[in-house]
């Protein structure tokens, strides 16, 4: 078999392994909870924690079992056995090259990331992401609260419980979803991809795997047919954080500053879902409230570090136009859609 596709193939298979083994403690986990006597609220916060924490103990196991099995990739068949040995020695995988993202070095520079991510990335992003539809008479937010709220599933009901609570609740159910999206799709995601294939093709595979996973309300049941509209739409805005965050990790190798912006982020929109169920105006009250002081913030950022933004935006490029001249041939552009696909399809059980 060619290495590249080789390399492309074990890298594939981490990303499905993680998808098994989180599926199946998963389920062990809910059929635990069902035999607790709870009330709601601890429920769903137990069960988003529950969820965080088996899907980073499934990369932990699939992260030491591909190491020790599948990834000598580096190894020259050509070396001595003394080089080997010590080839090997380097290679023993250890927890801490999983858990790299979370460093704590430069902490108060992290800070200053996250704000920048917010500001300039995230709720800009997310503001636009509700005003385009709005300009077509397309109400984003009630199809959010449709989507979320669902007669399926209790873990959307905090948005429906006293403003108080439903606000503590966001907080914490947030932290644990941000927790353990940007742990897998940044993480865990980027560190296999750099081990089996290149950076590019792990910026890329992170990256659309993220829009991929927010375009799955594609599967949500529809009463009419404008809403398709909105996957395709949710998809889109997905794929930019993802391509944002991809390059933010691969660049700095810092997660908490992309765990507090991502957190942030659900946090607000959480607030503003519930804003427009209550029949708050989106103009008059929640645009002056919110988004404005924000955008003030973001004025200033963009005013004091243009230079470094239009530096970070050629990065972006750059990470692009690597993984074109990086790819064998064009064959392999069909098979990275293939497996994206694959992929994602794996990820939703």
């Known amino acids: ?6 390399k492309r193939m074990y890298f594939a298979l981490s990303i499905i392994f993680l998808a098994v083994f989180y599926f199946i403690f998963r389920m062990i986990f809910d059929v635990i909870l069902d035999f607790i006597p709870l009330n ?7 069960t988003y924690l529950g969820h965080a924490l088996m899907n980073i103990s499934a990369a932990m196991i699939v992260f030491y ?3 020790k099995s599948f990834l000598r990739l580096d190894e020259d068949d050509s070396a001595s056995e003394k080089e080997s040995l010590s080839i090997k020695e380097k290679a023993d995988p250890s927890l801490k090259l999983l858990f790299q993202g979370f460093t704590f070095k430069n902490f108060r520079s992290q800070l200053k990331s996250a704000l920048f991510l917010i500001c300039v990335i995230y709720i800009p992003l997310d503001f636009f992401s509700y005003v385009i539809p709005l300009i077509f008479k397309l109400d984003v937010l009630e199809y959010q609260a449709d989507a979320l709220i ?9 948005l429906l419980y006293d403003i108080g609570l439903m606000i503590i609740m966001t907080f914490i159910i947030h932290f644990f979803i941000a927790l353990r999206e940007e742990f897998v799709f940044r993480g865990f995601y980027i560190y296999m991809g750099e081990k089996t294939v290149n950076k590019s093709t792990a910026f890329i595979f992170s990256a659309f795997l ?9 599967f949500l049941p529809y009463e009419g047919a404008s809403p398709i509209f909105y996957p395709f739409w949710w998809g889109f805005n997905g794929t930019v954080i993802g391509i944002t965050s991809a390059y933010f990790y691969i660049s700095k ?7 507090f912006a991502h ?3 659900n946090v607000i929109s959480a607030i503003i879902l519930r804003r427009n169920m209550d029949g708050v105006p989106f103009w008059q009250e929640t645009f002056l409230i919110i988004y404005l002081p924000i955008f003030v913030f973001s004025i200033v950022f963009l005013v004091k570090y243009r230079k470094s933004l239009i530096i970070h935006i050629k990065g972006i490029f750059n990470f692009f136009k690597d993984y074109i001249i990086e790819i064998p ?6 098979l990275d859609f293939a497996l994206i696909i694959i992929l994602w399809l794996m990820s939703l059980f």
Request: charged share 15%; aromatic share 18%; net charge neutral.
């Open 40 to 46: 709601e609220p601890v429920r769903i916060i137990l």
């Open 210 to 218: 993220f829009g991929m996973a927010h375009f799955s309300y594609i």
């Open 263 to 265: 957190w942030t982020n």
């Open 65 to 67: 079992f591909m190491n």
């Open 253 to 259: 190798k810092q997660l908490w500053p992309l765990i």
């Open 329 to 334: 041939n064009k064959a392999f552009f069909a």
């Open 150 to 158: 669902s007669p399926e599933s209790i873990l959307g009901n905090y």
């Open 1 to 6: 078999m060619d290495k590249n596709i080789e």
